[in-house]
């Protein structure tokens, strides 16, 4: 459908007034919500994140492109509701104690969301107890932990044995990331994933939760 593949592009360039437009006119039109958000939202997200990844788009961009997005699921959300429609699952992020970096973390949060996600972003400085607090809670699949220190990242093993001590390790999958992580580090800590960048993040958390080998 025409009208979807512009709001794919429209959404690439970051044209917020058009993508609402266009999300508007198809759902008045009777068109389906998950198909908007499919094959409209999700296919220019995915565009977007290869971009990025691939140094053709920039933060400010895909900030934009982000921006697009949240303004059309503002109109989906309650309509993909109705129709029972369930996101590919629920993502715990926060960046850990001692931390106050946060772009990573949003910039991970913004393409899982664009991959059909839902997230629960804790923010800034979170605790171990606080995550804890946040899957008792929100019962998330996945936890993402981001640190940008090399001091900070040593709070990712002690949230993980806090996790742990909760009895609440088997309940959900840890990945990790940030500048000064590893596929080696994740490892010593017992995370079960590691991404360098939020591209990849979207990757190895569909392959977490066997959405895709």
């Known amino acids: ?18 993508v609402v437009a266009l999300t508007r006119q198809l759902v008045d039109a009777g068109a389906s919500p998950q198909m908007i958000l499919n094959e409209g939202l999700i296919a220019g997200m995915s565009v977007v994140g290869e ?3 691939s140094g053709e788009m920039y933060l400010p961009e895909v900030l ?3 921006s697009a997005m949240h303004a059309s699921l ?14 590919l699952g629920k993502v715990l992020l926060g960046t850990v104690k001692g931390d106050m970096h946060d772009i990573g973390k949003n910039l ?6 664009g991959a059909g996600f839902e997230i629960l972003d804790l923010g800034l400085n979170v605790s171990p107890e606080k995550f804890v607090e ?6 998330p699949s996945i936890v993402g932990m981001s640190a940008m220190l090399t001091t900070t990242m040593l709070n990712m093993r002690t949230t993980i044995d806090t996790i742990t ?25 017992g995370a079960d994933g590691y991404a360098r960048d939020a591209v990849l993040a979207v990757g190895s958390v569909k392959h ?6």
Not at 165 to 189: N, W
Not at 208 to 213: A, T, V, Y
């Open 1 to 18: 459908m025409k009208e979807l593949q512009e709001i794919a592009q429209f959404l690439e360039q970051g044209q917020v007034q058009r």
């Open 51 to 53: 971009k990025m990844r």
């Open 64 to 66: 934009q492109s982000a």
């Open 74 to 87: 503002g109109i989906l959300k309650p309509l993909l509701a109705k129709e029972g429609a369930k996101p």
């Open 108 to 113: 991970v949060g913004i393409m899982l969301q």
């Open 134 to 139: 946040g899957i008792t809670t929100h019962h």
């Open 165 to 189: 001590a909760a009895g609440l390790r088997a309940e959900v999958k840890i990945i990790i990331g940030g500048a000064p992580v590893s596929q080696k580090f994740a490892d010593e800590i």
């Open 208 to 213: 977490l939760l066997s959405l895709e080998k």
